[in-house]
Nanobody
Framework: VQLQASGGGLVQAGGSLRLSCEAS????????IGWFRQAPGKEREGVAC????????LYVDSVKGRFTISRDNAKNTVYLQMNMLIPEDTAVYYC????????????????WGQGTQVTVSS
């Protein structure tokens, strides 16, 4: 299983970025993709997740109304549209795949991508 995350970068506060996570190398009937982030000196936290079959979506409270997660099943790709970015969103963002459930418990995710840096300047 491979997860390829992309789309990070440097943006000013109030700006937008869209992250992509393309999954390949598996044949699960259903799975969830979660986006997690880790800032320097902080623990990794779940940001958003989506189940690929039913489209169940969860967001952490701090990004509700600003971030939107979506999926393209034909491409096995999940997107994270991030609007109204604030400096506190600065972190390395990781996508991960959970073949048995969904949520924000990182150790329940089976596979992880390499991470993409998001930096929001004030």
């Amino acid at each position: 299983v491979q997860l390829q995350a992309s789309g990070g970068g440097l943006v000013q506060a109030g700006g937008s970025l869209r992250l992509s996570c393309e999954a390949s190398g598996f044949t699960f009937d259903d799975y969830a993709i979660g986006w997690f982030r880790q800032a320097p000196g902080k623990e990794r936290e779940g940001v958003a997740c989506i189940t690929m079959r039913d489209g169940i979506i969860l967001y952490v409270d701090s990004v509700k109304g600003r971030f939107t997660i979506s999926r393209d099943n034909a491409k096995n790709t999940v997107y994270l549209q991030m609007n109204m970015l604030i400096p506190e969103d600065t972190a390395v963002y990781y996508c991960a795949l959970d073949a048995q459930g969904y949520g924000f418990v990182a150790n329940e995710y089976d596979y992880w991508g390499q991470g993409t840096q998001v930096t929001v300047s004030s």
